[in-house]
């Protein structure tokens, strides 16, 4: 605790000081595409949302997208080991289920466990990320209960190469391009990356746990007078391995996604369909046990329209049609006699019909939003989510903002239908939340202070052998942010909190910290670029695992990190990174170890 007091007493004392920005700051306004459903700068969505570019993707010099997402306010991220390994995602408490992952507009995971996992998803395919803190279900539907990931895929307008290598055998490379001919641009990328890893568990397997994936890009575009017409496909392919108590411990993971989209603005109103389908794949084996298979086919189709009614009266309204089938290896249940038997899934099939609407209007120094959905799941029937907000401009800088939100998660495959545990009467995981947001931007300088507080009811969780829906939970946090600009600093922190309770039971939620905070400083000099980054994380309630047995808190946790760039010429760039400066031993999964000093080389080519 002192050493965070000290991190904070700093941080707020060089705030205090710092002079305002010199009139080369530029405007640090980002655009976000998802918040709204359409292109909006981030004060207009009346959202928390952090906009990550490839510029700032690459600044960072992070091994993997959940490292990346380490950085934001209100997100915890728990992983069970190193790159390739499994990472939970919680935003504001929620877990990875609760988290709805978007790849160019398509939903994407596995409809079996319920969410997206990110550890195998490569950064080098990614052109920007949006991050949506609080629910989206009114635009989104389902999952979109504590937030949303939109990824933006990688489109380079240039010839870039990247190559890497480091700790623990890391090594991968990257190429992505573009060619414009008259009215058609065609694109994409290739690239492969492994590691032999380390121990991931404390006290199981001793061996070390890598990863190892090829991925790639092809796609086209095409100008015409009725409209822009876009295909693209892209391919993850890997392996990675891990440490666990029972069944296999190595994983052949597949993905892919599919697009075909048509865009075009007639009548006053931009229009847009996207067609997509995409296949999530993981097979375990290993440790002489029966491979078993996950397997998610989704497709989609999404219609939207966006119509300009007055200059500042817009109109959003669409349909959405999502179908997933999915497939797991029979699994050996035994039954009261003592016997045994071969069963699967109980239902593989799953189709949702979604209508929505959205309205925005800006009178003045007022900004209002109002968006509705209706979704009709199979099995489930109807549920509507809405969503309200307000907004007024106090000053040119400065704007307070309020929202009201409802959101609904339905049970994933493997919450119904798991064999032996199945609980097939799950009911929908629901939620209502309130938000109360002040934005300053003024040049380089940028602060957030947002209050939250969201009741779900139906929460599911898995213990004593049991899924059961958890009749209330409460969460509530604040989050502040601070970006800018000291001298020749460039200065980024945010600090959050946050009180998850299961009001059942009268205790905290599991692996959620109550204090994190993040402070990164960069420095240009010339050609030569410097960076300090510090995550510090409190202590993690446990409570009890799968049997019933209590689990001991993990301690908090202060881990810092520094990244060095040199712009060689103009078309060259060395990076040096290393994480875990003082080599802190350090979990934030029980029973899963982190990496301890770890150093990343790179070299970035560009147009050569």
Known sequence: MLKFSLLATAVVSACAFAQSPSSKDTDLEHISVYASRYAKPVTDTLTSVTVFERADIEAAQVRDLPALLQQVPGITVSRQGGRGQTSSIFIRGGSSAHTLVLIDGLRVG???????????????????????????????????????????????????????????????????????????????????????????????????????????????????????????????????????????????????????????????????????????????????????????????????????????????????????????????????????????????????????????????????????????????????????????????????????????????????????????????????????????????????????????TNLIRYQDRQVFNVKKARMRGVEFSQNGQIGSVELAFNYSWLQADDLQKQQRLTLLPKHKAVLNLSQQYGDWSYGLTSLFQSRVFNGKDWSGVPQPDLPSTLVLGTAVSYQWDAQTKIQLKLDNLLDRSYQTSLGYRQAGLELMLGVQLVSF
């Open 110 to 456: 596995a409809a079996t466990a319920g969410y997206q996992s990110l550890a195998m998803l490569p950064l080098e395919q990614i052109e920007k990320i949006e991050i949506i803190r609080g629910p989206k279900a009114a635009m989104y539907g389902s999952s979109a209960l504590g937030g949303v990931i939109a990824i933006t895929s990688r489109r380079s307008d240039k010839l870039n190469f990247n190559a890497k290598a480091g700790s623990h055998g890391h090594a991968e490379a990257n190429l992505a391009g573009s060619q414009q001919l008259d009215q058609l641009k065609v694109f994409g990328s290739v690239g492969t990356a492994m590691a032999d890893g380390f121990n991931a568990t404390t006290n199981g397997d001793p061996d070390d746990d890598g990863f190892d994936q090829s991925y790639v890009k092809a796609g086209a575009e095409y100008q015409s007078s009725v409209g822009t017409w876009l295909w693209q496909s892209q391919l993850n392919d890997g392996n990675y391995q891990y440490d666990s108590s029972w069944g296999g411990d190595q994983s052949e993971v597949r993905q892919e996604v599919h697009l075909a989209q048509w865009q075009h603005r007639f009548a006053n109103a931009d229009h847009q369909l996207k067609l997509g389908h995409n296949v999530d794949e993981d097979l375990t084996y290993g440790r002489n046990q029966p491979s078993d298979l996950y397997r998610t086919v989704r497709d989609e189709a999404d219609w939207q329209s966006v119509f300009q009614l007055q200059p500042t009266l817009s109109l959003l309204g669409g349909l959405n049609y999502t179908d997933e089938q999915v497939k797991k290896t029979p699994s050996t249940v035994w039954l009261p006699d003592g016997s045994t038997e071969l069963r699967g899934y109980a239902d593989d099939h799953r189709v949702n019909k979604a209508v929505f609407t959205g309205l925005s209007y800006q009178p003045g120094d007022w900004l209002f939003d109002a968006s509705g959905r209706r979704d009709y799941v199979s099995g489930y029937g109807g549920e509507n989510s809405y969503q309200l907000g307000a907004g007024y401009q106090l000053t040119e800088q400065l704007q307070l903002r309020l929202g009201k939100a409802t959101a609904f998660k339905v049970p994933s495959f493997n919450d119904l239908y798991w064999p032996g545990y199945e609980n097939p009467d799950l009911r929908p995981e629901e939620s209502t939340s309130h938000e109360a947001g002040l934005d300053y931007l003024a040049g380089a300088w940028q602060s957030s202070l947002v209050y939250f507080h969201r009741d779900l």
